[in-house]
């Protein structure tokens, strides 16, 4: 049982370029999410999901798209790297979307230079 | 918007004492309260977590709510220095079964002085 699974653990980016970072959970969990952490700041949600076919934006989706195509993963697409998105990013995911425990991957970080 | 506010720190203290974290939040409608655990690094892990006024204890940790003022604490007894890392507060909103996940704190970071 790997838990989370998140790839590539670094990552850099030429601003205009584009990539996807891939996350997997073998826990069989419904729900997933995608948080960005910027150096001394708290998690900001991007995306999450609520099961297979189903998406929808957090708090700071601008620049970022997802899809969900099976219940094990959720990748996340960035279009037009921009320096702004440097951060590091972390997947999560839990049993059901009432609060409780957050199950993270190990997390990327990425920079767009 | 929902705010959740901690001071980032650091907090220094002895070890073997007790440190205090605090948070406050905004959204007066939330309903769960979580003390997330990150060392540098590293992702964050679930330490604690408080739905009821009052306090919940767990080993050498003890979460405070107090919904009225909007507040949740983190008090870690006999601290140890692998007790330092930054600790995030999160907070879950009013929309219950909903699942647009929790709001962050930016953190507080502990150092544990041997």
């Known amino acids: 049982n790997a838990g989370v699974t998140q790839t590539p653990k670094f990552r850099i980016l030429k601003i205009g370029q584009s990539m996807t970072l891939q996350c997997a959970q073998d826990?069989?969990?419904?729900?997933m999410y995608w948080y960005r952490q910027d150096p001394g700041m708290g998690l900001k949600l991007i995306y999450y999901?609520?099961?297979?076919?189903?998406?929808d934006k957090g708090e700071v989706p601008n620049g970022y798209n997802v899809s969900r195509s099976t219940t094990e993963d959720f990748p996340l697409r960035l279009e037009l790297a921009a320096p702004s998105q440097t951060s590091v990013y972390f997947c999560?995911?839990?049993?059901?979307?009432?609060?409780?425990?957050?199950?993270f991957g190990s997390g990327t970080q990425l920079s767009v230079l | 918007q929902k705010e959740v506010e901690q001071n980032s720190g650091p907090l220094s203290v002895p070890e073997g004492a007790i440190a205090s974290l605090n948070c406050t939040y905004s959204?007066?409608?939330?309903?769960?309260f979580f003390w997330y655990r990150q060392y540098s690094g590293k992702s964050p892990e679930l330490i604690m977590f408080?739905?009821?006024?009052g306090d919940k204890e767990d080993g050498r940790f003890t979460a405070q709510l107090n919904k009225a003022s909007q507040y949740v604490s983190l008090l870690i007894r006999d601290s140890q220095p692998s007790d330092s890392a930054t600790y995030l507060c999160?907070?879950?909103?009013?929309?219950?079964?909903?699942?647009?996940?929790?709001?962050f704190g930016k953190g507080t970071h502990l150092i544990i002085q041997p």
């Open positions: 999560a995911s839990s049993v059901t979307g009432g609060g409780e425990k957050l199950f």
């Open positions: 826990m069989n969990h419904n729900y």
């Open positions: 999901s609520v099961g297979a076919g189903i998406t």
């Open positions: 959204d007066r409608g939330s309903q769960s």
């Open positions: 408080i739905y009821s006024n």
């Open positions: 999160a907070v879950k909103g009013r929309s219950g079964g909903g699942a647009d996940g929790l709001t």
